[in-house]
């Protein structure tokens, strides 16, 4: 796994779980994703907490802290999972940073910084992430960032409380050797 890295501005690293409480702020902070992926500005606690209980179970899957390397602060999270047993492929699960820290090229630098090193170790040729229908900032974001959209798919088992979109449109990007 990769489970640990640095680019100029960022460290990442397994989150610990008296740590989850700060990481919880990160994702309070964003209300639009809130809103569109969990239909209410709220994220509870709880639900981190089975997210990363079942990341830490998982051989295949990692969650890792971004933390801003001059303060040692929560800056963000990234997930992924080597293989999605769905597809086969190689999927970015989550990449969510403070809102406070958005526009500052945060995202490109980690993305380039992972996904060379997934290339590397791993030896991935492309990888693929999902983007709800109604965020259109993070379609964007992910489009300059190389990815092409693939297909539409609706999410399935969903909690019967999740009043979020169902909808996603899958991007992929093909990962150059080099």
């Not at 406070?100 to 791993?122: P, S, W």
Request: net charge negative; aromatic share 10%; with cysteine.
């Amino acid at each position: 796994m990769i489970d640990q890295f640095e680019t100029e501005r960022i460290l990442a690293r397994p989150i610990r779980e008296n740590e989850l409480p700060a990481f919880l702020d990160v994702i309070r902070s964003n209300r639009f994703f809130l809103q569109v992926t969990e239909g209410c500005p709220d994220y509870p606690l709880s639900k981190l907490e089975k997210d990363w209980k079942e990341a830490n179970e998982n051989p295949d899957e990692c969650m890792l802290g971004l933390f801003e390397k001059k303060t040692e602060t929560a800056a963000g999270i990234l997930t992924y999972l080597k293989r999605n047993p769905r597809d086969g492929f190689p999927w970015i699960g989550f990449l969510i940073f403070r809102r406070d820290l958005h526009g500052q090229g945060l995202g490109r630098e980690v993305t380039e910084h992972f996904l060379d090193l997934a290339r590397r170790r791993f030896g991935w040729t492309s990888v693929r992430l999902g983007v709800l229908l109604g965020n259109h900032p993070a379609q964007a974001a992910w489009t300059r960032l190389g990815f092409r959209k693939v297909e539409m798919k609706e999410l399935f088992n969903l909690p019967e409380d999740h009043a979020g979109e169902r909808v996603v449109w899958v991007m992929e990007r093909e990962l150059i050797s080099g």
